[in-house]
């Protein structure tokens, strides 16, 4: 792994495949390090001819930790946020965005594929309207703009996803067994590769302070519906019909709002990548991004 010089902070990044291939940068969501993208899917996607980038979202992981911002309140965010005020925040999710392209910068790649997940597709969709040059075409999975008029997360999951984690490790990787269980929709938790997972992210970087940052980043721009129109990257969008975080709703306005997005709902996938389904989405992937080649 290494790092690299970001908008005056460091990304911790790895790269999986040959250099000369097709470049696909892989965003990761809400508090998850480039981890999420695990080494199966990086290499899969690479036995496919392409040069896999993936990488720790500041606040996160191995990059840089904001720890002098302190944790935002919330409460006032949303208020401000409400007024339809712009709050006072460490960043945003413009800034994550210019992160990820200061990586490419950083890489001397000047135009790839663009693949987010979850947060990391709110981040996607704003890096293709803010550097549109730099997207080969955009992938943006179980996802959403932000936009207030969507139905909300199921607040059963909400509850129980964002209330405090255990800072002991064998506590925390229990709790989060617990929850990841809760959102692999109709397909059986693999809780073997959960525990794996969960345990080595444990040890790579306990940090639960960036999270509630993140959060707050995700309240500017908040909606991005109103800019996602002047998209011109050929678009997919992947989600899951049982997603209780971001609804069928949200990914049919991405694809709606975006001209000439294609749009794939999978049967019984919900917020998570279970292996029964795992080949269908790298099977999506490569099949877009391989006809989008510059």
Known sequence: MSK????????QYETIGDPSSKPLLLIAGLGSQLLAWSDEICE????????????DNRDVGLSTKFDDAGIPDMMAISAAYTRGEKPKLPYTLDDMADDA????DALNIESAHICGAS?????????????????????VMMSTTGNPALPAA???IMAKFFAPVPSKREAYIEEM???????CGAFEYDEVEGRRYRTEEYDRSYYPEGIVRQMAAMAVPGNVKPYIFSITAPTLVIHGKEDPFNSVDAA??????????ELLLIDGMAHSFPRKIL??????IVSHCSKYNK
């Open 4 to 11: 690299a010089k970001v908008n005056q902070i460091e990304i």
């Open 154 to 156: 199921k607040p059963e």
């Open 279 to 284: 080949q269908q989405i790298i099977d999506a």
């Open 252 to 261: 049919k306005e991405i694809a709606s709002t975006i001209p000439g997005a």
């Open 177 to 183: 067994i617990k929850r990841d269980s809760l959102i």
């Open 101 to 104: 392209i200061g990586l490419l």
């Open 44 to 55: 899969m996607i690479a036995e496919n001819g392409f040069y896999i980038i993936r990488f």
């Open 119 to 139: 947060m990391g597709g709110m981040i996607a969709q704003i890096i293709a309207y803010r550097h549109p040059s730099r997207v080969q075409s955009l992938i």
